[in-house]
Every structure is written in structure tokens, then in C-alpha cells.
């Protein structure tokens, strides 16, 4: 609770290094936060809790079960866009299955990714725990390898780009450390024509593609509607998102789009506009990197409405990671799905509609590993298992299976009723093998006690083993 109570009074330092918002900083890192620390105590134990499995008609005599251990080290290596969430979400996690953790932080959110430690630390000393369980670390991307290959971390959690995430998995290697990858997305929203009250539409798409400027590995980059629905979504688009308000919200509370965490990105975002631009795209707001009067050194980027875009350019094909909002046209709903599985990534998706079975056609054929339907993105706000496949990454974190995955799966198998019933070698196996022909013959007749389809099948199996035992 200290570190609840912490996030929600010091917002401030949720907003210095990154440059989000208030709202942005409520929504996107306290609101998951405390869901995360709730759900952990409310459903935690039941997860790990050891797992009772079935038997078979041979081992009916035993007990089956899988339980759940801690491994002792574990790494988390996360990213800049969320500093307080990302970090605290791992320590949660790990703490709760018995493990101890070290995270490195980005060297871009050094100073608040200290100051969250401090908080994670302080709440385990106030209960009674030690507060070396956790620890943080901040260092250049090349001196990471020491740690992402070292023997005694058992586990790494990865959040980040792809050619980051191929140097830690290559470090990994190393000493065989298992990685959760999760990567970036490319996350599609589509939009049908038979959706009901499309002003509600967009006010959930506005929040998707700005939340965070839009550094939110799981913000709506491709808004995807089908053609009678697209002439009202852009124009009300065009409308919400020439309005935005972008400065710093720990001096001026009345703004929508804070600063970005830097200017590195700027001359791609822009060639990316002009080079579509040139292919056909429509620039109707924004486009290029916004020059604040009051924060001349500020990373501010415009908010951006790019519509007509078609698959073939590069900016329907990368991830943008910034305020950016793109829409493309479809043709069908076929054509709307291809559209969404056109990139190599797949880490959520969305889907607005009326139709039960249209709905269902997305769902089932989308390329993801989350989808929200009629919303955006809500998967993560009830701990479902958050990850997603292709060029997304892979592993799951959150939820139960989040949980599971930072364990030692352990299998049990043992007698059920000891005292009767145990395992006995039939003494035409037992080694040294008396007679080779006796041996087979026992073990034919116990894949027929085992299998047999018919009840016959199985007496002529067990007459089999009782007369060349």
C-alpha cells in the first residue's frame, strides 16, 4: 500500500522524466499499477498454488500435481515510456513468488526510476522484508550484457525495441537464461461500418493513438475503417485532434500532449509523413516537431491526422511511437483483417462494431496477442496475460500466466495410496533381462492394458503380463 499511496500523491515525479501528463501518468501508470497489486493479492496465492492434473487408467494409483517455486534471481531490463509502471509491475510480480529481483532502468528515466526503488524498498522494509529483495541499476545499454549473461539470473523480463531486444536475447544465450520479449507493436483498430455511436468511437481512439504522445507500446498506430464509416471518423478526427494542447502539465494543467522523452525520433517521424505525403497520403494536421514558445528546448512533435494511407508505405509499416494517428480505408471486412495482419508486428489489436459475427470473424482472425473489443486496450486493465507473437516478442506477463512464468515449473508424481498401492517392476523386465521374448510379450500386454480400445483387449493384455511375469 506504501507504494500506492506513493504513486497517487507524487505525481509529479510520474511526469519529470518522462514528460506525460497528468492524466496520461493516472491512466497509464498509477490506475495498472494499483490493478496489478490488487489482482496479485486478491488471485496470487490461487495461481501458485500447486495444481492437481489428471491421471490414467496405468498410473490411476498415483497423485499429480504441478506446483509453482520461486527461481531466486531474476532480471527485469525495461523501458522509458512507462518508468513507474514498468518498473514497479515486475517487482510485484517477482516478490510475490519468493523471488528477488534486479532491474535496469533506462538511462533516460534514471532519476525517477531511482526515486520508484527507493519507494518498492522502503514498503518491503516497513513490512518486515529485506530491502535488498529488490534492486535497481541504471548503466549504457553495452554494459547491460554483464547482467543480462550472467549464470545466476534465472529469468529476464525484456520490454523494448527489436534491436535491443536481439543484443539481450543473444547475452542471454550465453548461460541459457530464459527471456519474456516484449517488443513494440504496430496495433490496429478496426473500425465497421455498423458501428453505433461513432463520437464514442473516437473519443477511445483519441485515447489509444495520444496517450503517453503516443510512446505506448500498445497505442492505436492503424486505425483501419471500413468505407462508410471513414468520411464522418476522419472529420471528426480532424476536429478533436487540431485542438490538442501540448506543454508541460507541472506547470500548466490545461494540456492534452506533454513533451516526448527526446527529439531522437523527430527526422524519422517527419520523413516518414513527407515520403507517404508523396505516395498519396492526406496530411491534415500536424506532421513535424513543434517548437513550444514557453519550452523552446522541449521534445514536443505535433499531433498528427494522416489519412489515405495505403500498406505499401513505410509508415504503415513501422512503428511510429508517437502522436501520430493514421487512418487507412478497407474495402470489406476481409480486406479491413488483411490490413491489420499486413506488418510483422501482432501485439494487440482492437475491434468497433454491432455485428456478434463480424466482431467474431476479427477476433478469430487477427494477428494478436491481445484484443479488446469495442475499446481500446483493456486487457491489461483486469491482468489478463499481456504479450504478443511475431515481430511483438514472446512470453506473457500479467495475470496468472504472467505469474506462473517467473517460476520454476515443478511436476509431482507420487503414490496415492502409499501404504497399499506402489509401483512394482514385473520380474520379465527387471534388469538384467532374463528372457527377451517373455519381456516383450509383458510389455505388449501393459500398452494393451493401457490403451485398449475394447474391454476384451484389456483382459488378453493383462492375462498377457500375469503369464510371462
Known amino acids: 500500500m506504501a507504494a500506492k499511496e506513493e504513486g497517487l500523491e507524487n505525481y509529479v515525479e510520474l511526469c519529470l522524466d518522462s514528460g506525460k501528463t497528468k492524466v496520461d501518468a493516472s491512466f497509464g501508470e498509477i490506475l495498472v499499477t494499483v490493478e496489478k497489486l490488487k489482482w496479485t493479492i486478491q488471485h496470487g496465492e490461487r495461481a501458485l498454488r500447486p495444481e ?122 550465453k548461460s541459457l537464461t530464459p527471456v519474456c520479449v516484449e517488443l513494440g507493436g504496430k496495433d490496429p483498430a478496426i473500425i465497421l461500418d455498423d458501428v453505433k455511436n461513432v463520437p464514442k468511437v473516437v473519443s477511445i481512439l483519441m485515447r489509444g493513438v495520444f496517450q503517453s504522445a503516443g510512446q505506448n507500446c500498445i497505442g492505436i498506430e492503424r486505425i483501419i475503417a471500413q468505407k462508410n464509416v471513414y468520411p464522418q471518423l476522419i472529420s471528426l478526427l480532424e476536429t478533436r485532434i487540431r485542438t490538442l494542447r501540448l506543454g508541460s502539465t507541472l506547470e500548466d494543467p490545461e494540456v492534452d500532449v506533454g513533451a516526448m522523452i527526446s527529439a531522437d525520433s523527430f527526422p524519422r517521424l517527419e520523413a516518414l509523413i513527407n515520403e507517404a505525403v508523396s505516395q498519396g497520403a492526406q496530411l491534415l494536421v500536424g506532421g513535424k516537431r513543434y517548437h513550444h514558445p514557453a519550452y523552446p528546448k522541449g521534445h514536443y512533435f505535433s499531433p498528427t491526422l494522416l489519412v489515405d494511407v495505403v500498406p505499401s508505405m513505410r509508415i504503415a509499416q513501422e512503428e511510429c ?142 492375462w498377457k503380463i500375469v503369464s510371462n511375469s
Open 52 to 173: 492437481k492434473r489428471p491421471s490414467n487408467f496405468l498410473m490411476m494409483y498415483k497423485h499429480n500435481e504441478v506446483r509453482w517455486e520461486p527461481l531466486g534471481v531474476v532480471a527485469a531490463c525495461v523501458s522509458w515510456n512507462y518508468p513507474f509502471h514498468n518498473l514497479i509491475g515486475p517487482i510485484i510480480s517477482t516478490l510475490f513468488t519468493g523471488s528477488a529481483i534486479i532491474v535496469k532502468a533506462s538511462e533516460r528515466t534514471a532519476w525517477s526510476s531511482h526515486y520508484f526503488t527507493s519507494i518498492a524498498r522502503a514498503s518491503l522494509a516497513a513490512c518486515g522484508h529485506s530491502p535488498q529483495l529488490v534492486q535497481s541499476i541504471v548503466c549504457w545499454p553495452q554494459t547491460a550484457n554483464h547482467l543480462t549473461s550472467h549464470p545466476d539470473i534465472s529469468h529476464i523480463t525484456f520490454i523494448g525495441s527489436r534491436p535491443v531486444a536481439h543484443s539481450v536475447c543473444t547475452s542471454a544465450a
Open 321 to 462: 511511437f508517437g502522436p501520430i494517428c493514421l487512418v487507412m480505408p478497407a474495402d470489406s471486412l476481409p480486406d479491413a483483417i488483411a490490413l491489420a495482419n499486413s506488418t510483422m508486428y501482432a501485439l494487440g489489436a482492437s475491434v468497433f462494431g454491432s455485428s456478434t459475427k463480424d466482431i467474431n470473424t476479427v477476433v478469430a482472425n487477427v494477428k494478436a496477442g491481445m484484443v479488446s473489443v469495442n475499446d481500446f486496450a483493456v486487457y491489461y486493465a483486469v491482468q489478463l496475460p499481456f504479450g504478443g507473437v511475431g515481430g511483438s516478442g514472446y512470453g506473457r506477463f500479467a495475470g496468472e500466466e504472467g505469474l506462473r512464468a517467473i517460476c520454476n515449473m515443478k511436476s509431482v508424481c507420487r503414490d496415492r495410496f502409499p501404504a497399499w498401492v506402489s509401483t512394482a517392476i514385473p520380474s520379465a523386465v527387471d534388469y538384467p533381462i532374463k528372457n527377451a521374448g517373455r519381456a516383450w510379450e509383458v510389455c505388449m500386454g501393459v500398452v494393451g492394458l493401457g490403451y485398449g480400445e475394447r474391454f476384451s483387449e484389456k483382459v488378453s493384455a493383462l
